[in-house]
């Protein structure tokens, strides 16, 4: 059984013009019979001619099998010594050496200077024995110059194509890195968008929505009346919002006075509010501020509790049965304690329909302050279901940082 040989890898079209330049050029010194030296082993002139070809050829080869050309062309310029040598073959040489260490992997790059470097030193060293004279130092020098000096230059230029390929890697990965970031934080000022709409909005459009469903389907003049009141109302202050919502998305350049972020303050004034929209569907609300002093907090504390109530209230107004609706506000040592109660079962009246974004928004407000929130039916210990939302939120300083 036999195995192909493999085949040696098709050369570069740059390194075929450098191999015929070379082989042109140490055919040009032959023909005029400009030789190194005289009288070698093999003195015959055609003798010039085998190292010079071989070599020729190794350059060919010098960037697609480095490995192999330098072997090659190091028995090559061996050979060229016995004969009465051509410059073109050293100065191919070289060449040789400088792309064994420049293409060639990255182990033989480290080892090609080592040992071109022991071989100038063995080979001034035998000269200087052999001979005991100055010629054997320049011996040595020459013999540098064309090997271990073409193997520092190969190494220090492949150094810096390394290192400048390293720097546009990073240069890549800052790049991507940056275009991360700035895709997170679109999506976040697009969910904080989100949550501020909902928080605006939402309240005042379940209001107009369970009214206008108890106008159509009560025929009473006076509830009429009062259902459009309610719905003017909450139309006049909805539109409002959307444009203070809208002010703050134009252009930064815009010279337009900063919005007051919502507190705790507007508490009051907010379950106010709910309760005449409250009323068709017979609830009532009550804030029971158990806190000692009402000082301030920090501001994204503040607007994340009034945030909470604000939808807890909407969600009250859309599914709750009538009943009473409570808000309870507690502060511990560390923490703000935000609970609304409301009663939980079937609801005679109108009701409004409900996406769950309001839940999702209350849960991403306290996981950015890195609280603890829950909301779901419990029972009151009379063996009453009531819905609870509650919220524990952190007063740590650090809250500024993290929003």
């Not at 106010?272 to 158990?290: H, I, R, S, Y």
């Amino acid at each position: 059984m036999t195995f192909p040989r493999p085949a040696l890898p098709r050369p570069h079209r740059v390194d075929l013009l450098i191999a015929v330049c070379g082989l042109a050029g140490g055919l040009l010194l032959w023909s005029f019979g400009l030789y190194v030296t005289h009288d070698h082993v093999f003195g015959q002139r055609w003798a010039t001619l085998i190292p010079l070809t071989v070599m020729a050829a190794t350059e060919a080869l010098r960037r697609t099998a480095p490995r192999f050309a330098l072997i090659v062309a190091t028995l090559a310029i061996v050979g060229d010594q016995l004969t009465n040598g051509n410059l073109a073959t050293v100065l191919m040489f070289t060449d040789v050496v400088y792309a064994a260490v420049l293409y060639g992997t990255p182990a033989q790059a480290r080892r090609i200077p080592y040992v071109m470097g022991l071989i100038t030193v063995t080979t001034t060293v035998v000269c200087l024995v052999w001979w005991q004279n100055a010629i054997a130092l320049l011996v040595g020098a020459l013999t540098g110059m064309v090997s271990f000096l073409p193997a520092v230059t190969g190494s220090i230029v492949r150094n810096h194509r390394n290192a400048a390929e390293a720097a546009r890697l990073r240069a890549e990965q800052t790049a991507l890195l940056a275009e991360m970031d700035r895709a997170q934080a679109v999506v976040a000022e697009r969910a904080r968008m989100a949550r501020e709409l909902h928080d605006m909005v939402a309240n005042h459009l379940s209001a107009i929505a369970i009214h206008s469903t108890a106008a159509l389907s009560l025929d009473d003049p006076g509830t009429t009346r009062q259902a459009l009141t309610v719905i003017r109302e909450n139309s006049v202050a909805g539109l409002e919002e959307m444009r203070r919502l809208i002010g703050l998305l134009r252009d930064s350049g815009a010279k337009t006075e900063p919005a007051a972020a919502p507190t705790l303050a507007a508490l009051d004034a907010l379950v106010a509010q709910a309760g005449p929209n409250g009323d068709p569907a017979g609830l009532t609300f009550v804030l029971d501020d158990t806190r000692e002093s009402a000082g301030a907090l920090p501001a994204p504390v503040e607007l994340a509790a009034y945030r909470i109530v604000q939808e807890a209230l909407t969600n009250a107004l859309k599914h709750a049965a009538p009943g009473e609706v409570r808000i309870t506000l507690a502060q511990g040592p560390d923490a703000l304690s935000v609970q609304v109660t409301s009663p939980y079962g079937e609801r005679p009246g109108p009701t409004a329909p409900g996406s769950g974004a309001g839940l999702v928004g209350m849960r991403e407000r306290v996981a950015l302050l890195d609280g603890a929130f829950e909301a779901g039916p419990v029972s009151d210990g009379e063996g009453r279901k009531r819905w609870r939302v509650r919220a524990e939120l952190p007063m740590d300083r650090n809250e500024e940082d993290r929003t």
